[in-house]
Each structure stands twice: as structure tokens, then as C-alpha cells.
């Protein structure tokens, strides 16, 4: 098959884009388990392996100056927002040239440079933020969008409505992405929410919510185009539910003894990276190109890797600093 029989909407190059991010949120995620594991770095790390399509489709279509709002499951919305690995890596390893100093981790991960304003370790935290970030944009007059990832589970706190009323009422520039991961920590969907489809409640707050395959690019990338697209023109929110699936627990010591017989390892078998290799190959991009973008993911990351190990701790003075102001009396 040639490159013509990929759909004209998405066209080779951003499907390309969206594998390479996708391959880089992979690699980064399978290293750092594996550091973790061996002993080599100690973090409280929440995988999101098996959500990369999500925010690769959503990092492909942002700008450089449109924000971003993650929860602690964040690498991958990090890494799709353009956060520079070294800096990143760093920040993971707990070291002085982190994007925080050293001092916020896995957990807590900011840099505004490349719109990444938040990491949240508060379960629905980034929502409200998120609302304020897209009204300050609407204030200031710019065409910025601010999107906010958030799980399931997060659907069910008192943020999320708070943040959704507030968006739909000022018509906000945000899109609200719930990665549905079909699990809240160790509670089955179903056994948690009342409606059948978490993109149902954004009718109570007067937008649009649409569910989407978020493991299949090119329907992950037309719900988003239209969202953001519909965002940065005054149009207003939408609430997006990208169903999708963590491939690990909801965290390292998380044997998933919780899920259905089969289902994770049905989950494992359609893994939406490697289907989209083989898509891509279906479609006429030669097998090496895929490899060589591979290649040169795996040697940022041990750049990275290297770099960050090499880096110095955070000198003790940083336990005071920016954290809080004497009081000038």
C-alpha cells in the first residue's frame, strides 16, 4: 500500500510525529521501570504505559505556547508537551538540573517554558487549575488553549464539576481529556461512576462531550483537532473521553489481582504503539524509517539517562528556598 491510502485529514508526517512521540513515551516509561526495579533510582512512579496515543495525538496538535495540566500518571503528557528530556529525567532522578531543582519528582513536574504549567499529585487537582489557566488566557486576549489530562476516576470529584460549570458558563478555551483507563486505582469503572460514559455529563454544563477510541491515532486525532480547534476560536469547551487501558498497576507494588481474568493481557495484545507500526508499514513507510526514529529515541533517552545520573543532588539550601516568604513586619 502507498502513502496516499493513509486518510488525507491525518496525513504520513503527523501520523509519523504522533508515532515518535508515542515510541519516546514508551522507551522512557519501560527505562525508568526498569531503574526502578533494579534498584537504580528510588521514586513513586505511576506508569502510563499503554496511554501513549493520547497525548502523542494531542502534543502533535498544540502549540508551542498552549498549556498543559497532568496528573501524577503524567509522563506521557509531559513528554508530548515538549518538556526537554534531560531536564525531565533529572527531575525523576531527583537532581539539581531538574525542571523543579530536584525537589518536586515524578509527582510534581512543571515547566512552563514548554507549557507544561502542572503535575498534580491531587487526584482532580489540575482541573480547576486548568479553568484558570484557560481564563487568564481569555483575559489576556490570546488564541491559547489550555488542556487538562485527568483519569476516571477524577470524574467523580467535586473539582471536576466545579471546573466544567465554571468553563461552560464563560465559555473557557480548555479542553478537558479524561484518559479512561477503565480503572481508579484499584476500583473497576463501573463500580465507581453512576453513568454509563463519563463525555455524557458535559451536556449538564452546556458543551459537547465526545468519546473516542484514544489507543487508535487517527480517531484519537480527529476528536482532538476539533476540541482544540473549537477552544482556540472562542467556541468554548469540550469534554473528551479517550477510553483507553494502563498496561501496569495503578502503581509499582499493584499486582492488578483487582481485574477481570484476560483483560489485561487482551489489553497488552492490541498495544496501540506497536499497532501503529504496523499500520504504518501497511501503508508504505519503510520498516528502517520506523527503526531509525526508534534508534534515535532510545539515544536521547540515554543522553538523558547519563545526564541526569551525572548530575549533582540539590545543595541543602534548597530546602528553604521557594518554599515560603518571611513575613516583613
Not at 162 to 175: D, F, I, K
Request: glycine share 10%; hydrophobic share 40%.
Amino acid at each position: 500500500m502507498s502513502d496516499t491510502d493513509i486518510p488525507a485529514e491525518i496525513g504520513r508526517e503527523t501520523l509519523l510525529s504522533i508515532f515518535g512521540k508515542a515510541t519516546r513515551i514508551k522507551l522512557c516509561d519501560e527505562k525508568f521501570r526498569s531503574l526502578v526495579l533494579a534498584g537504580q533510582v528510588s521514586a513513586q512512579y505511576y506508569s502510563p504505559r499503554g496511554q501513549e496515543i493520547i497525548p502523542a495525538a494531542l502534543g502533535t496538535l498544540l502549540r508551542p505556547d498552549d498549556q498543559v495540566v497532568t496528573t501524577y500518571r503524567g509522563l506521557h503528557d509531559q513528554l508530548a508537551k515538549g518538556v526537554p528530556l534531560r531536564e525531565l529525567w533529572a527531575e525523576y532522578f531527583g537532581k539539581a538540573t531538574g525542571t523543579c531543582k530536584g525537589k518536586g519528582g515524578p509527582m510534581h513536574i512543571t515547566h512552563p517554558a514548554s507549557g507544561l504549567m502542572v503535575t498534580t499529585g491531587i487526584v482532580g487537582g489540575g482541573l480547576p487549575i486548568a479553568a484558570g489557566l484557560a481564563l487568564a488566557a481569555q483575559l489576556r486576549g490570546t488564541d491559547q488553549v489550555t488542556v487538562v489530562n485527568f483519569g476516571d476516576g477524577a470524574g467523580n470529584i467535586g473539582a471536576f464539576h466545579e471546573a466544567c460549570n465554571l468553563a461552560g458558563l464563560w465559555r473557557l478555551p480548555v479542553v478537558f481529556c479524561c484518559q479512561n483507563n477503565r480503572y481508579a486505582e484499584h476500583t473497576a469503572y463501573a463500580d465507581g461512576t453512576s453513568v454509563a460514559r463519563i463525555a455524557d455529563r458535559a451536556a449538564a454544563y452546556g458543551f459537547p462531550g465526545v468519546r473516542v477510541d484514544g489507543n487508535d491515532p487517527i480517531a484519537m486525532y480527529g476528536a482532538a483537532r476539533e476540541a482544540i480547534e473549537r477552544a482556540r476560536s472562542g467556541a468554548g469547551p469540550t469534554l473528551l473521553e479517550a477510553m483507553t487501558f494502563r498496561f501496569y498497576g495503578h502503581q509499582m507494588s499493584d499486582q492488578n489481582e483487582y481485574m477481570q481474568p484476560g483483560e489485561l493481557a487482551a489489553a497488552r495484545a492490541a498495544d496501540p504503539v506497536i499497532r501503529l507500526r504496523e499500520y504504518l508499514i501497511e501503508h508504505g513507510v519503510p520498516e528502517d524509517e520506523l527503526a531509525g526514529i526508534e534508534s534515535t529515541e532510545k539515544a536521547l533517552i540515554a543522553d538523558a539517562v547519563q545526564f541526569a545520573a551525572a548530575s549533582p543532588s540539590p545543595d541543602l539550601s534548597e530546602l528553604t528556598t521557594d518554599v515560603y516568604q518571611e513575613a516583613l513586619i
